[in-house]
């Protein structure tokens, strides 16, 4: 089983810039999927990236072309740069690792949540 701990949130201004981490401890890390998800101030989670174990990454429409997901297999890590960014960005964002990509999309792992980061964009 992998658990995941994200890192990286913060405020910041709308058009800056903000870099997450997860660290994703346990084994079987490099044969993964991984995915980023979020939550904004009273709405539901929501997909925002997820990437293959060979790296091929996926993105929701309201992120692509501003955000990149990468992963570091060495360091157990998987990344989410985030660029221009928007006040719509606000929400809580969350690591899953483990999760099935089916027809393009990934579905979570219930059971390898990250407890979460605040990313706070200010417009």
């Known amino acids: 089983q992998v658990h995941p701990v994200e890192s990286g949130g913060g405020l910041v201004q709308a058009g800056g810039s903000l870099r997450l981490s997860c660290v994703a401890s346990g084994n079987g890390f490099s044969r993964n999927s991984l995915g980023w998800y979020r939550q904004p101030p009273g709405k539901e989670r929501e997909f925002v990236a997820g990437?293959?174990?060979?790296?091929?990454?996926k993105y929701a429409d309201s992120v692509k072309g501003r955000f990149t997901i990468s992963r570091d297999n060495g360091k157990n890590t998987v990344f989410l740069q985030m660029n221009d960014l928007i006040a719509e960005d606000t929400a809580v964002y969350y690591c899953?690792?483990?999760?099935?990509?089916?027809?393009?999309?990934?579905?979570?792992?219930?059971?390898?949540w990250g407890q979460g980061t605040q990313v706070t964009v200010s417009s």
């Open positions: 990437i293959f174990f060979d790296g091929r990454p």
């Open positions: 899953n690792a483990g999760g099935t990509f089916i027809s393009g999309r990934y579905f979570p792992n219930a059971r390898s």
